[in-house]
């Protein structure tokens, strides 16, 4: 049973000594009433000491060590002050209510901790009492304290997400996969529009961006003369055999008359069409560049698009790199897997990675073996791109040659490299550079460095010299254990000689 309670507060921390409490009733409704009653509480615990936070950066620092089982300086201080006088007979037991804390104060301090129910349901009487038991506090105070380290503890935890490079990720590929289908609805919807005026311009100019151009730079048909060919040939892609055409399909249209007031209406929808259109561009050059930082190894491999889209469906890199190949190979066909078994039917060979260029290339006979090694490198891809702490796209493309020479190998029977020895390849490849740049580095050394080394090099050598003289003098005296020895040496000459001098006395007498 826990003698004293530590209760961590918003405010700082607070040591109370249990004076009595109920073991065996403890969960009748008069004992638990008791918690409720401030009076009847205050016989049960004492406030012994409170160690206030000097600041909110110094409360939200304990938090979060509190928070990690991390026992610091400021608890340590406090727990040592009150607890050092303890004896065999009367050694305190401190309540606390974590138990990863009291495991941490129980190393360090030696005190023994007690995280069961008594004592949380000593905390619990303790926060509901807190604005009276803690001294020179107001309930204003203590709500105050709580609202402000609630608000940085969780602002905090906000800004240590280690997955919040993949949300951008995520965030962008679904931004991307709905601004294609609204380009394409909202290009679809110009040259029907459009086409009532101009009908064969939708078969001269086939891609809707250039369409949309097109039709907002042409507007009325009857405008578009000789002067325009230029302007128009550069919306064309620099193409002015297909701007001569536009222009004698305009001369000869078989399309209505229309309104100023229609035209403009068709020339702001074109407009917009035209800025979403470019902002998709500019939306996949960042998706490009977020994926080469964050999964470098990943996107040279599948491509930023697909590796984004494993990324999402997967929750994060990290998600993903926790996923077996088999699992990478089938995501995003769950509903098709789901029925398969249902059904006791044939499972799906692949998912997202369908979309990728090497099942494509592959032929029907291989599709399933080209997506299972595919599945296989994007698990190791991820794997590395997630855990390596400075990801690099050397790996992604020794992944890539050997996706190539699976496939070569599909078609030819030429032997495919081991894994093994292109990922060494990788390594050796980077510790050369890694060599390189130390060298550099040392060519750029200041001269203060040199005089340091040259130093260092004569020390050296003076301290080699010292040894030799050492064992050179070592060698010339005897040492005094060689000397024992010969003592020893010649003592048992002598005795041999006086034996061999006592057998010929014996033989002539």
Request: hydrophobic share 35%; proline share 3%.
């Given at each position: 049973?826990?003698?004293?309670?530590?209760?961590?507060?918003a405010?700082?921390?607070?040591?109370?000594?249990?004076?009595?409490?109920?073991?065996?009733?403890?969960?009748?409704?008069?004992?638990?009433?008791?918690?409720?009653?401030?009076?009847?509480?205050?016989?049960?615990?004492?406030?012994?000491?409170?160690?206030?936070?000097?600041?909110?950066?110094?409360?939200?620092?304990?938090?979060?060590?509190?928070?990690?089982?991390?026992?610091?300086?400021?608890?340590?201080?406090?727990?040592?002050?009150?607890?050092?006088?303890?004896?065999?007979?009367?050694?305190?037991?401190?309540?606390?209510?974590?138990k990863?804390l009291?495991?941490?104060?129980?190393?360090?301090?030696?005190?023994?901790?007690?995280?069961?129910?008594?004592?949380?349901?000593?905390?619990?009487?303790?926060?509901?009492?807190?604005a009276?038991?803690?001294?020179?506090?107001?309930?204003?105070?203590?709500?105050?304290?709580?609202?402000?380290?609630?608000?940085s503890?969780?602002r905090?935890?906000?800004?240590?997400?280690?997955?919040?490079?993949?949300?951008?990720?995520?965030?962008?590929?679904?931004?991307?996969?709905?601004?294609?289908?609204?380009?394409?609805?909202?290009?679809?919807?110009?040259?029907?529009?459009?086409?009532?005026h101009?009908?064969?311009?939708?078969?001269?100019?086939?891609?809707?961006?250039?369409?949309?151009?097109?039709?907002?730079?042409?507007?009325?048909?009857?405008?578009?003369?000789?002067?325009?060919?230029?302007?128009l040939?550069?919306?064309?892609a620099?193409?002015?055999?297909?701007?001569?055409?536009?222009?004698?399909?305009?001369?000869?249209?078989?399309g209505?008359?229309?309104?100023?007031?229609?035209?403009?209406?068709?020339?702001?929808?074109?407009?917009?069409?035209?800025?979403?259109?470019?902002?998709?561009?500019?939306?996949?050059?960042?998706?490009?560049?977020?994926?080469?930082?964050?999964?470098?190894?990943?996107?040279?491999?599948?491509?930023?698009?697909?590796?984004?889209?494993?990324?999402?469906?997967?929750?994060?890199?990290?998600?993903?790199?926790?996923?077996?190949?088999?699992?990478?190979?089938?995501?995003?066909?769950?509903?098709?897997?789901?029925?398969?078994?249902?059904?006791?039917?044939?499972?799906p060979?692949?998912?997202l990675?369908?979309?990728?260029?090497?099942?494509?290339?592959?032929?029907?006979?291989?599709k399933?073996?080209?997506?299972?090694?595919?599945?296989?490198?994007?698990?190791?891809?991820?794997?590395?791109?997630?855990?390596?702490?400075?990801?690099?796209?050397?790996?992604?493309?020794?992944?890539?040659?050997?996706?190539?020479?699976?496939?070569?190998?599909?078609?030819?029977?030429?032997?495919?490299?081991?894994?093994?020895?292109?990922?060494?390849?990788?390594?050796?490849?980077?510790?050369?550079?890694?060599?390189?740049?130390?060298?550099?580095?040392?060519?750029?050394?200041?001269?203060?460095?040199?005089?340091?080394?040259?130093?260092?090099?004569?020390e050296?050598?003076?301290?080699?010299?010292?040894?030799?003289?050492?064992?050179?003098?070592?060698?010339?005296?005897?040492?005094?254990?060689?000397?024992?020895?010969?003592?020893?040496?010649?003592k048992?000459?002598?005795?041999?000689?006086?034996?061999?001098?006592?057998?010929?006395?014996?033989?002539?007498?």
């Amino acid at each position: 049973m826990a003698t004293h309670v530590l209760f961590e507060a918003a405010s700082g921390y607070a040591l109370f000594e249990v004076k009595q409490h109920e073991e065996i009733g403890a969960k009748t409704k008069a004992v638990q009433d008791s918690l409720q009653d401030l009076h009847k509480f205050g016989k049960i615990v004492s406030l012994v000491s409170f160690s206030p936070f000097k600041s909110a950066a110094h409360a939200l620092e304990n938090a979060n060590d509190v928070s990690e089982g991390v026992l610091n300086d400021h608890l340590k201080s406090l727990i040592e002050l009150n607890l050092s006088k303890a004896t065999k007979k009367s050694a305190p037991v401190l309540g606390v209510s974590d138990k990863i804390l009291g495991t941490a104060v129980n190393d360090a301090l030696g005190v023994k901790c007690d995280a069961s129910e008594r004592s949380l349901e000593l905390i619990r009487g303790i926060r509901l009492h807190a604005a009276k038991l803690l001294k020179g506090l107001e309930e204003d105070d203590v709500v105050k304290a709580q609202l402000g380290l609630g608000h940085s503890y969780s602002r905090a935890k906000v800004k240590f997400n280690v997955n919040r490079t993949d949300n951008m990720i995520i965030q962008a590929i679904a931004l991307l996969d709905t601004l294609d289908k609204d380009v394409n609805t909202f290009a679809m919807r110009v040259r029907e529009w459009y086409g009532y005026h101009f009908p064969e311009l939708a078969r001269l100019v086939q891609d809707n961006h250039q369409y949309a151009r097109a039709a907002k730079f042409i507007g009325d048909k009857e405008t578009l003369d000789e002067d325009k060919l230029p302007a128009l040939a550069e919306i064309l892609a620099d193409d002015e055999t297909a701007a001569r055409n536009v222009l004698d399909a305009a001369r000869g249209s078989m399309g209505t008359a229309i309104s100023e007031l229609d035209m403009l209406n068709i020339a702001a929808f074109a407009d917009r069409v035209v800025s979403l259109a470019e902002y998709r561009k500019s939306l996949t050059n960042y998706l490009t560049d977020k994926m080469n930082v964050v999964a470098p190894s990943l996107t040279s491999l599948i491509g930023e698009r697909i590796g984004a889209r494993l990324i999402s469906h997967a929750g994060s890199l990290t998600n993903l790199s926790k996923y077996p190949a088999s699992t990478i190979q089938i995501l995003g066909a769950e509903k098709a897997l789901f029925r398969a078994l249902k059904t006791k039917g044939k499972t799906p060979k692949y998912g997202l990675i369908y979309h990728s260029t090497y099942i494509g290339r592959a032929g029907p006979k291989f599709k399933g073996r080209i997506s299972r090694f595919l599945a296989n490198k994007c698990s190791i891809a991820s794997r590395i791109d997630c855990f390596s702490d400075n990801p690099t796209a050397k790996f992604g493309d020794a992944l890539r040659q050997q996706v190539e020479e699976r496939l070569t190998f599909f078609e030819t029977g030429a032997p495919p490299s081991k894994n093994a020895d292109a990922m060494q390849k990788v390594i050796d490849s980077l510790d050369a550079d890694e060599g390189s740049d130390d060298d550099a580095m040392d060519e750029d050394a200041s001269p203060k460095k040199e005089k340091k080394e040259k130093k260092d090099k004569s020390e050296k050598k003076d301290k080699k010299k010292r040894k030799s003289e050492a064992m050179e003098v070592d060698e010339d005296e005897p040492s005094p254990k060689k000397a024992k020895k010969d003592k020893k040496e010649k003592k048992d000459k002598e005795e041999k000689k006086e034996k061999k001098k006592k057998e010929k006395k014996s033989k002539e007498d």
